[in-house]
């Protein structure tokens, strides 16, 4: 059988060998913004060859993650109206909010895999279907269609997030050290690679758009290696897949159904023009509702390390609850362990940075 074209052994050592030999001698910081690509990264055990000095980084790529407690909250509030039905994903209902989560027999609250899901099951139930709703721009995509059809008894309560503000955030922080970017994949194929060519002339840092196969990985970071100190700029790495404007159909309809706004991220905090929220007041679950809820402390176990992790400060092996075992999937205690992209539950399958003798 014919080795696959993105996962050629030969074409991967002499990726390594541009890397051993294009890195640089200081300690360079390499951070992606993507669940998939931590799965990669792991799965392939590309840390292990990479030199000691070149440290990749997951930020804030997960969706499930940067979830704030303060959202959790007002679902938690919807949950417990006898007037509604709150659906959301799986993992949404095992992540912390200030003081519980919405597991815990919960009548009210089904799980679903979709809002096209939820919609259909608004229509067989006469009371009123909340859809708890998260994600970045990939997923927004696949919101804005079902919400422009204006479903009856239907509402929307949105935690969407943008994920080139929030670069431009931890670019801007004096607490992260970034040298360079794996701009995510499956946003671009929304977003294209136009978005953050501003961050790379502002910040002259190097940005190139990765897919998720090991070549692919690997071929980025040679790349960013050989821009770092020299030519920062934006490159697509991931032509087959992303276009320069991106997906402009796409765009177009979440233009419609969505306005940009400032945003809450767990672990974060409030990042400029980096949310969006519905439009339309009575699809709207905030509005329509008057949500009480406010931001509160909490949300993260005594021990949980899961707001460094997010910011790339910490990596899960530094975490006591997660060396000792008390936080896994099956029993996840922050929510980088809840969501398959949190970089706790990716290392929990595959470790982190595997010793190859």
Aim: proline residues 6%; aromatic residues 6%; negative net charge.
């Amino acid at each position: 059988m014919k080795e696959l074209e993105f996962r050629d052994p030969k074409r991967a050592q002499k990726f390594s060998e541009i890397i051993q030999n294009s890195a640089p001698e200081e300690n360079i910081t390499i951070m992606h913004v993507c669940g998939t690509h931590e799965s990669s990264i792991c799965e392939y055990g590309i840390r292990s060859i990479l030199p000691d000095n070149i440290d990749l980084v997951e930020g804030p790529g997960c969706p499930v993650c940067v979830t704030p407690t303060l959202h959790v909250d007002e679902a938690l509030e919807l949950s417990e109206r006898k007037d509604v039905i709150l659906a959301t994903f799986g993992d949404m209902v095992k992540v912390p909010g200030s003081s519980e989560k919405l597991t815990g027999g919960r009548k009210n609250v089904q799980i679903v895999y979709s809002a096209a899901d939820a919609v259909e099951m608004a229509k067989n139930e006469s009371k009123e279907v909340v859809f708890f709703g998260i994600g970045f721009e990939t997923t927004a995509a696949t919101y804005a269609p079902v919400l422009l059809e204006e479903p009856k008894n239907f509402s929307f309560l949105g935690s969407v997030k943008r994920i080139p503000p929030a670069m431009n955030f931890l670019l801007n922080s004096e607490e992260v050290k970034i040298d360079a970017f794996l701009a995510p994949g499956h946003v671009s194929t929304i977003i294209g690679a136009k978005p953050y060519r501003p961050l790379s002339e502002k910040f002259e840092v190097p940005i190139v758009v990765a897919g998720f196969e090991p070549l692919d990985i690997l071929s980025s970071v040679a790349k960013l290696l050989k821009m770092i100190g020299s030519d920062a700029c934006t490159e697509n790495d991931y032509e087959r897949a992303v276009k320069e404007k991106g997906n402009e159909k796409a765009l177009e309809l979440m233009d419609q159904v969505f306005e940009v706004t400032d945003a809450t991220w767990r672990g974060i905090g409030k990042i400029p023009d980096s949310g969006l929220e519905i439009k339309e007041d009575e699809l709207n679950a905030r509005k329509k509702y008057d949500l009480e809820a406010e931001e509160k402390r909490g949300g993260v176990p005594s021990g949980c390390i899961c707001d460094e992790i997010i910011l790339g400060k910490s990596k899960p092996e530094m975490c006591k609850l997660f060396r000792e075992g008390k936080c896994n999937p099956q029993n996840p205690v922050g929510p980088c362990m809840v969501g398959s992209e949190g970089m706790c539950n990716v290392w929990y399958e595959y470790g982190g940075r595997p010793e190859i003798e």
